[in-house]
């Protein structure tokens, strides 16, 4: 089954232009998911700000577009890790923001038809053992001004040992909810969205495009990860998720799911031409070293589970992991520019968060910062330390690794359509595949973002950097960044 994302199926898109020219603007917002239309919305409403808004690809692949479409306030971290690594008075203003940002979205969804509702979260475990995990979990949620029960009743098909209900969650079609914004945004005089184009360089007030420029005072890397150096690339690390929507005979309703596991599995449903779906995700792994196939994981789950008559979609997502367990959103160290990154898997509410307290920065208000504690600028080494010198470490084996690891040329031969090998040519990695017509494409196998080797990911037929996060086409064309350039052939 080929990639087919739910949320885009029967929605009207609309087409932006490509950047082509060179144009003025107060602030350039790079990205156009959450992140990068939220702060758009929030600066150029009532001609504050001139805005130009610049999208690699087209809004319906942005990674807003590839979630689960589940809005929590529980948070991927835990409360209670969040109180071990720091206090309460950080889980009360995690939560508070989440909360907030559950709010923005269903204000703006008066106006703009996501299928946004309100329902109920719930962790549950099935596993024994795992129950006091849970009350701790709820103990401290509860502390930090959640309102949150144990559940007594899940309508779930399968046995489980217990739970704790979040109120007030929600969930939505991010691709509705992303376009409306957009054509909002568009009827402003004094904002304006460009899509196909992908950002390539800039340099003390001017962002490039492959087609044009834009002078600016102000940048904005609305885009998961900075696209260019910076600290903080040393504090994220990049992990993909994968999600289906399936058929099943059970119905459970319009409730959030998410269990234990690690990493944990997550379920809503989604009603599409009078079909009800239910959308599962989870079988995470770090970008570049997958040695299992994540959908027929997922599937397997799911059959173990529900009486599926027939897997209909599924798409893949990646997220980044923060150091100490909070996003980094805010002013850089970089001038005038400004980074959202380490969402880990709350992309939707750390998104609009990020997108809020962006915008207020730029505009020097003060309204809601939470305590500061998402300062792109921080670094807590206590609550760094563990994960930073693990995921560090491990992109240094792969950096000196990989080159020791290349096989020889001979091997080529070998390749079947759909494979992908990192291949030693005249001391010169080459990533050499197969596409499903039989055409061989080579490439330099070193990323372009910061030189790392490619590793070729063979379910979905990708060169992924095991660094940074960016990914390839087979021919090389950048997918995603960090990376700016597509890999140069052979």
Excluded at 30 to 40: E, F, K, P, S
Excluded at 405 to 415: E, G, P, R, S, Y
Aim: aromatic share 12%; with cysteine.
């Amino acid at each position: 089954m080929t990639e087919k994302i739910i949320w885009n199926q029967g929605i009207t898109k609309t087409v932006f232009p490509q950047l082509c020219g060179d144009i003025d603007a107060d602030t350039v917002i790079v990205g156009a998911g959450i992140t990068g239309l939220t702060a758009a919305y929030v600066l150029s409403n009532g001609g504050r700000y001139n805005v130009a808004v610049v999208e690699a690809n087209y809004i319906s692949e942005s990674a807003t577009a590839r979630s689960s479409a589940h809005l929590t306030t529980a948070s991927d971290f835990s409360y209670e890790a969040l109180r071990s690594k720091y206090n309460m008075d950080t889980c009360t203003a995690v939560a508070e923001s989440r909360k907030f940002a559950i709010s923005f979205i269903q204000n703006l969804s008066t106006d703009i038809n996501c299928d946004f509702k309100t329902v109920s979260g719930y962790l549950y475990t099935e596993k024994a053992d795992e129950i006091d995990r849970l009350q701790t979990e709820k103990e401290v949620a509860m502390r930090a001004g959640l309102e949150v029960n144990t559940a007594q009743l899940l309508h779930l098909p399968f046995k489980t040992y217990g739970a704790i209900e979040f109120k007030n969650q929600a969930i939505f079609n991010p691709s509705k909810y992303l376009y409306g914004l957009a054509k909002y945004l568009n009827k402003l005089p004094n904002c304006s969205i460009y899509e196909n184009s992908r950002v390539t360089g800039r340099d003390d007030n001017t962002v490039q495009t492959e087609f044009g420029s834009i002078r600016t005072k102000t940048v904005v890397y609305a885009t998961h990860y900075p696209l260019f150096f910076d600290l903080k690339q040393t504090l994220v690390y990049p992990y993909r998720s994968y999600i289906i929507a399936a058929k099943v005979a059970e119905n459970i309703g319009d409730d959030v799911y998410w269990d234990t596991h690690d990493p944990y599995y997550y379920t809503r449903t989604y009603e599409y031409e009078g079909e009800r779906y239910l959308i599962v995700g989870g079988a995470d792994h770090k970008t570049g070293s997958s040695t299992f196939n994540p959908f027929a994981r997922l599937e397997s789950f799911l059959r173990l589970r529900y009486s599926v008559h027939s897997v209909d979609y599924r798409w893949s997502n990646q997220y980044y992991e923060p150091a100490d367990g909070l996003p980094y959103i805010g002013k850089s160290n970089n001038g005038n520019e400004y980074i959202a990154t380490g969402y880990s898997g709350d992309g939707l509410t750390n998104g609009t968060i990020a997108g809020y307290l962006i915008s207020q920065e730029i505009m020097g208000l003060k309204e809601k910062q939470w305590n500061g504690i998402f300062d792109a600028r921080r670094f807590n080494l206590l609550a760094s330390a563990g994960k930073f010198i693990k995921e560090n470490a491990d992109v240094a084996k792969r950096y000196v690794m990989d080159r020791l690891n290349a096989t020889n040329t001979d091997t080529i031969q070998m390749l079947a359509p759909g494979d992908g090998i990192v291949v030693d040519e005249d001391n010169q990695k080459v990533a050499v595949s197969v596409d499903r017509e039989g055409v061989f494409h080579y490439v330099k196998a070193n990323c372009t973002h910061l030189n790392c080797l490619v590793y070729w990911n063979r379910i979905e037929k990708t060169w992924d950097c095991p660094c940074h996060g960016s990914r390839f086409k087979p021919d090389g064309t950048v997918i995603t960044g960090p990376a700016v350039k597509n890999l140069e052939k052979v």
